[in-house]
C-alpha cells in the first residue's frame, strides 16, 4: 500500500518542462520549410480569391438632414445640439430607407430580380460624424448596378422623409457614381491570411516530430535532463571517416606512391 501511495505522489510531482529556447531553435532550423510552406498556403490563398471570389463593389451618395428650425443657409448659426438631433433622426431614416415598400420600389424602379430581403441586405447607412450628414451605400458585383441602385434611392428617399417625419427633410449633397475599384476581396490580405496559416501548420508538423522524437542526440540533453554523469560514450561507427591531413596523411601519400 505504502509502494502504491509513493508511485502516485512520483506520478503526480512529475512536471513535463518544455524549453521555450530549444523549441525557438528548433524552428529556426527548419526556418526554410516554415517560410516555403508560407508562400506556398499564400499563393493558394491568392489564386483562389483571384479566380473564384466575386468582387464586390460599393456605390454611394451623400445626404443632408434638413431641420425644420435651421437650413444649410443659416449654417452658421447652427448649434451643437441642432446637430445632435439632426444626426439622432438619421437613424429614423435608415429605417424608413431599408422597409419592406421603400426596398419594393426600388427593386420596382430598378427592374433588377432581387428580393427585398436581398436588397435590404446590399443596402447600408451611416452618419458621417455627427454633422447632420449621412450617407447611404449600395453594395453589387455590378458597379454599375450599384450607382443606379443608390440613385433611384436618393430620388424616393427625400420624397418619402418629407411624408412620414413632420418638419424634417433630406436634400441630396452628392449623387453617386460609378466606382472603379472593388472594395472585396482584398488580394493582400488573403494572401497574408495564407502565409500565416501555412507557418502556423509547418511549424505544428515540426513541433510534433521535435516532441515525439526519442531518440538521444548528444549528451546535453542527458546533462539537462538527468542529474548524473556521464561515464562513457559509444562512437557513431556508421559515421563517415574524415579525411586525415598532417604527418599521416603524408605518409600514406607518400606510401601509396612508391
Do not use: C
Not at 27 to 54: C, D, K, M, N, P
Not at 158 to 186: F, G, H, L, Q
Not at 193 to 206: D, E, K, P, Q, R
Not at 230 to 248: E, F, H, M, Q, V
Request: glycine share 4%.
Amino acid at each position: 500500500m505504502t509502494n502504491q501511495n509513493n508511485q502516485k505522489n512520483n506520478n503526480a510531482q512529475q512536471v513535463v518542462e518544455i524549453d521555450l529556447l530549444e523549441v525557438a531553435s528548433v524552428l529556426w532550423q527548419h526556418i526554410v520549410v516554415l517560410l516555403l510552406t508560407g508562400i506556398i498556403f499564400g499563393a493558394l490563398l491568392f489564386g483562389y480569391a483571384r479566380f473564384f471570389v466575386t468582387p464586390k463593389y460599393e456605390a454611394n451618395a451623400l445626404f443632408y438632414v434638413n431641420n425644420s428650425t435651421f437650413s444649410l443657409s443659416s449654417a452658421v448659426a447652427i448649434s451643437t445640439g441642432e446637430l445632435s438631433a439632426a444626426s439622432d433622426l438619421v437613424n429614423t431614416y435608415v429605417a424608413i430607407l431599408t422597409s419592406r415598400a421603400n426596398m419594393e420600389l426600388v427593386i420596382e424602379k430598378s427592374g433588377v430580380n432581387y428580393s427585398y430581403e436581398k436588397l435590404q441586405d446590399m443596402v447600408s447607412a451611416k452618419s458621417l460624424n455627427s454633422t447632420g450628414l449621412f450617407q447611404v451605400t449600395v453594395t453589387s458585383t455590378n458597379p454599375e448596378e450599384a450607382r443606379m441602385l443608390v440613385n433611384i434611392i436618393a430620388e424616393i428617399l427625400p420624397e418619402k422623409i418629407s411624408d412620414i417625419v413632420a418638419n424634417s427633410s433630406v436634400k441630396i449633397v452628392d449623387y453617386a457614381v460609378t466606382p472603379r475599384s472593388r472594395v472585396s476581396p482584398s488580394y493582400i490580405m488573403y494572401a497574408g491570411i495564407g502565409m500565416l496559416l501555412g507557418m502556423v501548420f509547418a511549424s505544428t508538423l515540426v513541433l510534433i516530430s521535435f516532441f515525439k522524437d526519442t531518440v538521444i542526440h548528444n549528451e546535453d540533453y542527458l546533462l539537462n535532463t538527468y542529474d548524473v554523469p556521464i561515464l562513457a560514450t559509444i562512437p557513431d561507427l556508421t559515421a563517415k571517416t574524415p579525411k586525415r591531413y598532417g604527418y599521416y596523411g603524408a605518409s600514406a601519400r607518400k606510401g601509396s606512391a612508391a
